[in-house]
Nanobody
């Protein structure tokens, strides 16, 4: 069973930074596609960034490109999201997710495992 636990959320001012972490259960193999999603009140959940099992190939949503960076430390079984120059529209619940696939762009990719989420609030 793959378990994920996020941390690092909080309340900040616009322009500040936060780093989110997501730890996988020890028995889980982190050599898989993993991603960060977010959901604001009244809005659909959206993918923010994802990274392949190689810990190198990554994609970011256009809305966060140049400000957010996803990374993974397989030795620590941990996924990160460095968020810089935060904006009020970045506010929401951030979720870590893990796939059973190595490549995120595999057409059959599905995120089966989810964390409980960590709240990010950015005030202007």
């Amino acid at each position: 069973q793959v378990q994920l636990m996020e941390s690092g959320g909080g309340s900040v001012q616009a322009g500040e930074s936060l780093r989110l972490s997501c730890v996988l259960s020890e028995s889980a193999d982190s050599s898989r596609c993993m991603a960060w999603f977010r959901q604001a009140p009244g809005k659909e959940r959206e993918v923010v960034a994802q990274i392949d099992g190689d810990d190198f190939t990554r994609n970011h949503a256009d809305s966060v490109k140049g400000r957010f960076t996803v990374s993974k430390d397989s030795a620590k079984n941990t996924l990160y999201l460095q968020m810089n120059r935060l904006r009020p529209e970045d506010s929401g619940m951030y979720y870590c997710a893990a796939s059973t696939f190595y490549r995120c762009n595999d057409q059959d990719n599905v995120f089966l495992y989810w964390g409980q989420g960590t709240q990010v609030t950015v005030s202007s």
